[in-house]
């Protein structure tokens, strides 16, 4: 019997130290500074259109990648935890380029031509997804 216990806390004691290893690495891993990093160029219609007709095509090229996106406001609101997101037009009525902020922003209105960089997450079947997004320019 104490054979077996000495071998319950052995497995216990592997399994904390893999845990708390998995944990520090995934929490102190640095954060990516999209600011600086190069960034593929593409319109928000363009995204859109790739991701919408081949999805597993759109992750193979954009997924986690930084994007420079070029598109038209649609809308602008905040999320459920405050993030300014800016919304870009597509060529579908029903769907957008849903770009999230780190920083909030202000002073802008639908229509407006603009250009932001970001890391793509993905697309959800209507809205492909910008995140960590900064302001590189406004174009009118």
């Given at each position: 019997?104490?054979?077996?216990?000495?071998?319950?806390?052995?497995?216990?004691?592997?399994?904390?130290?893999?845990?708390?290893?998995?944990?520090?690495?995934?929490?102190?891993?640095?954060?990516?500074?999209?600011?600086?990093?190069?960034?593929?160029?593409?319109?928000?219609?363009?995204?859109?259109?790739?991701?919408?007709?081949?999805?597993?095509?759109?992750?193979?090229?954009?997924?986690?990648?930084?994007?420079?996106?070029?598109?038209?406001?649609?809308?602008?609101?905040?999320?459920?935890?405050?993030?300014?997101?800016?919304?870009?037009?597509?060529?579908?009525?029903?769907?957008?380029?849903?770009?999230?902020?780190?920083?909030?922003?202000?002073?802008?209105?639908?229509?407006?031509?603009?250009?932001?960089?970001?890391?793509?997450s993905g697309y959800?079947?209507?809205?492909?997804?910008?995140?960590?997004?900064m302001l590189v320019?406004?174009?009118?």
């Open positions: 019997m104490a054979k077996i216990s000495k071998y319950v806390v052995s497995t216990v004691i592997v399994l904390l130290i893999i845990i708390a290893g998995i944990y520090f690495y995934i929490f102190n891993s640095p954060h990516r500074d999209v600011e600086n990093e190069d960034a593929l160029t593409i319109t928000a219609d363009s995204l859109y259109t790739i991701y919408s007709n081949n999805e597993d095509g759109g992750n193979a090229l954009f997924l986690d990648k930084t994007l420079q996106v070029t598109g038209e406001i649609l809308d602008t609101l905040h999320n459920n935890i405050g993030q300014s997101v800016l919304l870009l037009k597509v060529n579908s009525e029903l769907s957008s380029v849903v770009c999230t902020f780190t920083e909030s922003i202000d002073n802008f209105i639908p229509s407006q031509i603009i250009i932001v960089k970001g890391i793509c959800d079947g209507i809205d492909v997804k910008v995140g960590k997004c320019k406004t174009l009118n």
